[in-house]
DNA sequence: CAGCAGGGGGCGG
DNA sequence: CGCCCCCTGCTGA
């Protein structure tokens, strides 16, 4: 004040900044990742995810491209919204029974405030009046050590939605179900509409209190390592053209699934905590090495390494192809036929059915979206 | 039989 | 090296 300094507050600020963002987040502007749940696209913006999860600010981190798309696969969309709104709003609203399944997702996605350990108590309450102890509180501490928790279940691992029989050997029946059965289908507002039931509420609200960080993330873990692929590079080619449409499926960043002698997924026994398996620390740094990975390598050391597909086993031969096979994992397809419905994720591909079933010539026309 | 997906070759920057 | 195209084996209907 010496200098005549004056501080200008903005009073509404808070408010207003979260009505901005509510606004973009529903026209999807400036979003620059998606996030992909059982086949549903969740336009994201990566300040607001990486403020929210240390585990997405790393999957940014290491995730060179602009738009990436992190695939996760065993997490339901319904909780993907929930915790959208979460993030995005502070606060959510959901129904008592799908709080255990919430509360996984957002342990196994460390969202903080529900996953990260705080000092506080979370002020998790809900509409009624009781915390409802069927599942852990939501913020709960986790270590690496488990053990407290029963890890169990279903982890809500993220791996890859889109089912494909490249699925490794112990493929693994991953809870998804399938989009059809879930009503929910753009990415934000369904969750209002789910969620209305009166009675079994349950209202999750973020605390303001910054998680301490507890290097929990960053421990030796190295889980996340890898979760990024690389693949940055132009898996899109073919796709990539809305802003909020990554151009990049493929860059996945889970680690997958399967891979698991053993075990339905990776880090099934290892709880959450092992919830990224290294497993993919394909061409993530080397920094990152599994070595406390439980078992995960097992299912990596056979495969090239350089082309390795962080969200199965699947070794590939160069980045295009890699690339290419990623695709599968996503399910994207861009190419549609013109004669029909059908669509694939190669041209050539199409080219082979616009050839066989509809008697086009060769190089006919068809389209990409 | 149709579609998917891995492997590999050719071509251009 | 990356992209495109094609071949081919596998799988499910």
Redesign the pocket.
């Known amino acids: 004040m010496e200098d005549g300094l004056l501080s200008l507050k903005w009073n509404n600020h808070k408010i207003t900044f979260f009505e901005i963002l509510r606004v973009l987040r529903e026209k999807a502007n400036y979003t620059d990742a998606t996030i992909a749940v059982e086949g549903k696209f969740y336009p994201v913006h990566k300040l607001v995810m990486s403020t929210c999860s240390e585990y997405f600010s790393e999957i940014f981190e290491r995730t060179p491209c602009k738009s990436p798309v992190i695939v996760l696969k065993d997490v339901r969309s319904q909780d993907m919204d929930a915790l959208l709104d979460y993030m995005y709003l502070g606060e959510v609203n959901v129904n008592q029974n799908d709080l255990a399944s919430l509360l996984k997702t957002a342990e196994c996605l460390r969202i903080k405030g529900l996953a990260v350990p705080d000092e506080d108590p979370t002020k998790f309450r809900k509409g009624q009046s009781d915390d409802r102890r069927e599942s852990p509180p939501p913020k709960r501490r986790r270590h690496e050590d488990s053990s407290s928790q029963p890890l169990s279940q279903r982890p809500v691992s993220p791996t890859i939605s889109?089912s494909?029989?490249?699925t490794p050997p112990s493929r693994t029946p991953p809870l998804q179900h399938q989009t059809s059965s879930l009503p929910v289908s753009q990415s934000q507002d369904s969750v209002h509409d789910s969620i209305v039931d009166p009675p079994p509420m349950v209202k999750v609200e973020m605390e303001e209190a910054d998680d301490p960080d507890d290097g929990y993330s960053r421990r030796d873990n190295s889980y996340d390592g890898g979760s990024v692929n690389e693949g940055d590079?132009?898996f899109g080619?073919?796709l990539s053209k809305s802003e909020h449409d990554p151009d990049n499926y493929g860059s996945g960043s889970f680690p997958g699934p399967s891979i698991q002698p053993g075990g339905d997924l990776p880090w099934d026994e290892g709880d959450s905590s092992s919830f990224p398996p290294e497993g993919f620390s394909g061409d993530l740094p080397a920094g990152q090495q599994p070595q406390g990975a439980e078992g995960l390598e097992l299912g990596w050391l056979g495969g090239n390494e350089a082309f390795r597909?962080h969200l199965?086993t699947?070794?590939?031969?160069?980045?295009?192809?890699l690339?290419?096979?990623v695709?599968?994992h996503t399910?994207e397809?861009p190419f549609s036929?013109h004669y029909?419905s059908?669509?694939?994720?190669?041209?050539?591909?199409?080219?082979?059915?616009l050839r066989?079933?509809h008697g086009v010539p060769?190089?006919r026309r068809f389209a990409r979206y």
């Open positions: 889109a494909s029989k490249t590079g132009d080619t073919e597909c199965c699947v070794s590939c031969g160069s980045s295009t192809q690339q290419r096979h695709m599968t399910g397809k036929c029909c059908h669509r694939t994720a190669r041209k050539y591909n199409l080219k082979i059915h066989d079933v060769i190089d």
